[in-house]
Each structure stands twice: as C-alpha cells, then as structure tokens.
C-alpha cells in the first residue's frame, strides 16, 4: 500500500515536473523581458487573465520599435527587483521613481513619466488638507516604493505612523484602517473616477515625480538601455507616447 | 459596493480554473519529492547513522525553524548573488525545491515517530522466526507505520497546497497571484479573495474526501 502511494504520487509529481520544465522553455531570438506588479491600476493590471495598462502598451510599442519580442514577468512589486538584481529580468516597468539610492546602483533611461506624489483620504475625511496634516496620522504605502522615502524624509516624520503595504493600500483606506494613502497623483485620480471606492484626493501633490526604466548596471546592460532610449526618444518625437497617455489618462503625463 | 457582484465572481472562475493545473501541480511534485527525501531523512533518524544523523538534526532544525517565505527568498533571491549559475532556477522550480525541503523536515520527523511507535515486539517476534531485516521492514514495520503516518501526511500536503500561494512572490502566477492581480483590476477586493478561498476550500475537501477511503481501507485490518 505504501509503495503504491509513493510510486503514485511520484509518478504524478515527475509528470509535472517534466511538463513545468517543458512549458517554461522557450527560446526566440531576442527578447526583452520586462517585470511589472499586475496590480497597479491603470498601469498594469489584469482583467479576465489580460495583462493590460499604459506600461504594457509603452513596452509594446518600446519593442516594437526596437525589433525584438516583449515578455511581461508578473511577481509581487517587492520580488520585482530581486528578479533584476537576479539576472531574471531585464529592467521593471513599474512606475519607478528615480531616487538617489537607485540612481546610484541602476542605469536608468530618460524619465518617459512625470509625476507628483498624493495624499489619499477615505472620502469625507477633511483633517487632512495638506502632508504637514499627516503628523499623528496613519498612512499607508506600497512596500519598497519610494512614497516610503519621502514620506520619512519629512522633518516631522516620525510623527507619522508609516505602514508599509504589498497591495490594497486602496481597500485599507476605504475601510478606515489607516487615515490616507500616498501614491502618484496621476494613478490615484484613476483610481477615485474608475472604482466604486469612497477615496478623495487631499490637497496638492507634494512633489515632483519622474519614473524611468531601471536596467543593471552592466555594460551589457548598458548597452540594451541606450537601444530602449534610442526607441523611448523616436515613440515621444512621433507623438505615440503621448498617444498612449492619452488614451488611458485622457492627459499626456510624458512630459513634464 | 455594497452588494456582492455574483457576475463578476462566476467571470472570475474560468479564469482561475486556468492557474489551478499549476497550483496543484507544484504541490504534488512538491509532495512527492517532500516523501522521498523525508523518508530518507526518517532512516538516518531511526537507524542513528553516524555523521549523517547529525546534518540530518541539522538540517530539521533549520528548514523548520525559518518561514517558508524566507527561505523562498533565499533561494532565489539570495544565492543568485553568490552563485550566479542559479539564475536558471525558474520561479516554479524554486518554489518545488522550497516546499520540498520545508514540509519534509516536518515530514521526516512525524515519518520517524510512525516507525519508532511500532510495538517493539513486533519486531523481537518477525526476527526470532527467522524474519531478515528487510524482510521486517517491509512486512511487518512499514504497513503499520503508514497507517499512523497517513493522516499526518495528509495534513502537510493540505498544508503545502496552500504554501503554494507564495510563489507569486517569486513571480509565479498561480491561483493566488491571479486573483490578486484580478482584484487589482477591478478593486473587488471581496469577490476576488472570496472566490479563491472556496477554490482552495474545495481542493482541501476533495483531498480529505480521498484521506477518510484511505484510512478506511489501511484500517480493515483493524477493524472488529
């Protein structure tokens, strides 16, 4: 009896094993293999198992241009640059802000977004006009992002109690469990006219934000980093970058 | 809002459909490594073999004494920077190699508690009619070990199908990963999560189904 469940449940296991190794080989001539969170509406997320997003168009049409195939490779935002420090990813279209910090460890491209970071209240919530309001409160944001920097930047940071999130910063506000979110203005915005979530903007965003894409610094890297720029510059002349923004933020939010 | 959207979570169930093959896929393959390994490690425990019982202690003391999650990262994060060649490791196969080493630690030890529980008679008895040692254990320990071990075996394997849930951290959508990525899409937050708990509540209970048949039939023999 024993020997039969082993041998079974081996069988079955080496079966899966082999067509898991199987699928997950695929070898086209180049391809760019780009890491995003699938969860941060309206740059990339899924809807019925489709990838989807201003990201995902920009780095369609980047390798378009470029002549070579695009991968998305979808993890937890706080995996994503474990994936490229690992050589599993080539760089991560999320949204990533320039700081100082990454701009010492990765070659960045040219900004192709600019931004500002915003304040999110629970809807009615009027105690928070402005950041220096957020003294005392609780305030949530994404794990790893950089709303977590310039949060503790601020002089008076440690009278904000920080709370550092993977996901449904949205949800936590909306239910009251934290008094705001910060996030960039341009995808909270999305967020409030889009989704049935008692969410209202507070005050001015706060500072400027300019996202680029991160590569390894490598020569190899490098080298694949200036193709991407080459084609970022060639999609702005054109006019199509503005044309993606456009159609999903009814803005043009690629230039400054 | 306020009112569930049934619409949504029965569009959402073909979709999840599609991630469940991996889902139970890595478990099974996760499962089945786990028993080899643990049932290696359950000898070197018995027996005391020399040296390797030590790095089996070792080894025990480690894998259980760490989250699953931080050995996740460990692995595929981490070594990468050290040894570069283990990059290749793909998000699915480091999580295979993370529930095998993590659940057959716990494995092990309950493996070695099912044989050592045999009554010690039983093998005094199956030596002295000439029984050899290979003959004992197949014959006599192991039928009766695996009676007491199955239900705790069971467990962990019901256990590691919900550990699979992590590897969307290493970049593996399977049910877990999809469902957040659904719920990011639309922000139904509580259809999303709902729909994927009752996925995972129903394998659990098509498994404890299959657990109650077979411990019924290791009991016939106990049966008055």
């Given at each position: 009896m024993?020997?039969?469940?082993?041998?079974?449940?081996?069988?079955?296991g080496?079966?899966?094993?082999?067509?898991l190794?199987?699928?997950?080989?695929?070898?086209?001539?180049?391809?760019?293999?780009v890491?995003?969170?699938?969860?941060?509406?309206?740059?990339?997320?899924?809807?019925?198992?489709k990838?989807?997003?201003?990201e995902?168009?920009?780095?369609?049409?980047?390798?378009?241009?470029?002549?070579?195939?695009?991968?998305?490779?979808?993890?937890?935002?706080?995996?994503?640059?474990?994936?490229?420090?690992?050589?599993?990813?080539?760089?991560i279209?999320n949204?990533?802000?320039?700081?100082?910090?990454?701009?010492?460890?990765?070659?960045?491209?040219?900004?192709?977004?600019?931004?500002?970071a915003?304040?999110?209240v629970?809807?009615?919530?009027?105690?928070?006009?402005?950041i220096?309001?957020?003294?005392?409160k609780?305030?949530?944001?994404?794990l790893?992002?950089?709303?977590?920097?310039?949060?503790?930047?601020l002089?008076?940071a440690d009278?904000?109690?920080?709370?550092?999130?993977?996901?449904?910063?949205?949800?936590?506000?909306?239910?009251?469990r934290?008094?705001?979110?910060?996030?960039?203005r341009?995808?909270?915005?999305?967020?409030?006219?889009?989704k049935?979530?008692?969410?209202?903007?507070?005050?001015k965003?706060?500072?400027?934000i300019?996202?680029?894409?991160?590569?390894?610094?490598?020569?190899?890297?490098?080298?694949l980093?200036d193709?991407?720029?080459?084609?970022?510059?060639?999609?702005?002349?054109?006019g199509?970058?503005?044309?993606?923004?456009?159609?999903?933020?009814?803005?043009?939010?690629?230039?400054? | 809002?306020s009112?569930?959207?049934?619409?949504?979570?029965?569009?959402l169930?073909?979709?999840?459909?599609?991630?469940?093959?991996?889902?139970?896929q890595?478990?099974?393959a996760?499962?089945?490594?786990?028993?080899?390994?643990a049932?290696?490690?359950?000898?070197?425990?018995?027996?005391?073999?020399?040296g390797?019982?030590?790095?089996?202690?070792?080894f025990?003391?480690?894998?259980?004494?760490t989250?699953?999650?931080?050995?996740?990262?460990?692995?595929?994060?981490?070594?990468?920077?050290l040894?570069?060649?283990?990059?290749?490791?793909?998000?699915?196969?480091?999580?295979?190699?993370?529930?095998?080493?993590?659940?057959?630690?716990?494995?092990?030890?309950?493996?070695?508690?099912?044989?050592?529980?045999?009554?010690?008679?039983?093998?005094?008895?199956?030596?002295?009619?000439?029984?050899?040692?290979?003959?004992?254990?197949?014959?006599?320990?192991?039928?009766?070990?695996?009676?007491?071990?199955?239900?705790?075996?069971?467990?962990?394997?019901?256990?590691?199908?919900?550990?699979?849930?992590?590897?969307?951290?290493?970049?593996?959508?399977?049910?877990?990963?999809?469902?957040?990525?659904?719920?990011?899409?639309?922000?139904?937050?509580?259809?999303?999560?709902?729909?994927?708990?009752?996925?995972?509540?129903?394998i659990?209970?098509l498994?404890?189904?299959?657990?109650?048949?077979?411990?019924?039939?290791?009991?016939?023999?106990?049966?008055?």
């Amino acid at each position: 009896m024993l020997k039969r469940i082993v041998l079974t449940t081996l069988a079955a296991g080496i079966v899966s094993a082999a067509g898991l190794a199987q699928a997950d080989d695929e070898t086209i001539d180049e391809t760019i293999k780009v890491g995003m969170s699938g969860g941060y509406f309206p740059f990339t997320f899924v809807e019925q198992d489709k990838l989807q997003g201003f990201e995902v168009d920009v780095m369609e049409a980047v390798a378009e241009e470029m002549g070579v195939e695009v991968e998305f490779i979808t993890a937890n935002f706080s995996g994503l640059f474990g994936m490229l420090e690992s050589g599993r990813i080539d760089t991560i279209a999320n949204q990533i802000t320039i700081t100082e910090e990454r701009a010492a460890k990765y070659a960045f491209t040219e900004p192709y977004v600019y931004d500002g970071a915003q304040v999110v209240v629970k809807e009615g919530n009027d105690t928070i006009q402005s950041i220096e309001d957020l003294k005392g409160k609780t305030v949530a944001v994404n794990l790893g992002s950089n709303y977590e920097a310039l949060l503790r930047e601020l002089p008076y940071a440690d009278e904000i109690d920080i709370r550092t999130y993977e996901s449904n910063i949205e949800q936590d506000t909306a239910l009251g469990r934290v008094d705001a979110f910060v996030m960039d203005r341009v995808s909270a915005s999305q967020v409030i006219k889009e989704k049935p979530m008692p969410l209202a903007l507070a005050g001015k965003p706060f500072s400027q934000i300019r996202n680029a894409l991160p590569f390894r610094d490598t020569d190899e890297d490098r080298a694949l980093r200036d193709r991407v720029d080459e084609a970022l510059t060639t999609l702005r002349e054109s006019g199509e970058l503005r044309t993606i923004s456009e159609a999903w933020f009814a803005t043009d939010i690629t230039s400054p | 809002m306020s009112v569930l959207d049934l619409d949504y979570m029965l569009g959402l169930v073909p979709v999840l459909l599609r991630y469940l093959p991996l889902t139970l896929q890595m478990a099974a393959a996760g499962m089945a490594l786990a028993l080899v390994l643990a049932c290696g490690l359950a000898v070197i425990r018995v027996l005391r073999i020399p040296g390797l019982n030590a790095a089996t202690l070792l080894f025990i003391s480690f894998f259980r004494g760490t989250p699953l999650l931080v050995q996740l990262f460990l692995f595929y994060y981490g070594l990468p920077q050290l040894l570069a060649f283990l990059t290749q490791i793909n998000g699915i196969t480091a999580t295979i190699m993370g529930l095998t080493l993590h659940f057959s630690a716990y494995m092990a030890e309950s493996i070695r508690a099912a044989i050592v529980g045999v009554d010690r008679s039983q093998t005094e008895a199956a030596l002295s009619i000439g029984m050899t040692n290979g003959q004992l254990m197949r014959r006599i320990v192991l039928p009766q070990a695996t009676r007491v071990a199955v239900p705790t075996l069971m467990n962990y394997f019901i256990d590691m199908i919900k550990a699979t849930s992590l590897a969307f951290t290493l970049g593996v959508t399977e049910l877990m990963g999809a469902t957040q990525k659904e719920a990011a899409g639309s922000f139904l937050y509580f259809e999303a999560f709902i729909t994927v708990a009752l996925f995972y509540w129903i394998i659990v209970e098509l498994l404890a189904w299959f657990q109650r048949r077979l411990e019924t039939r290791l009991n016939e023999a106990y049966r008055r």
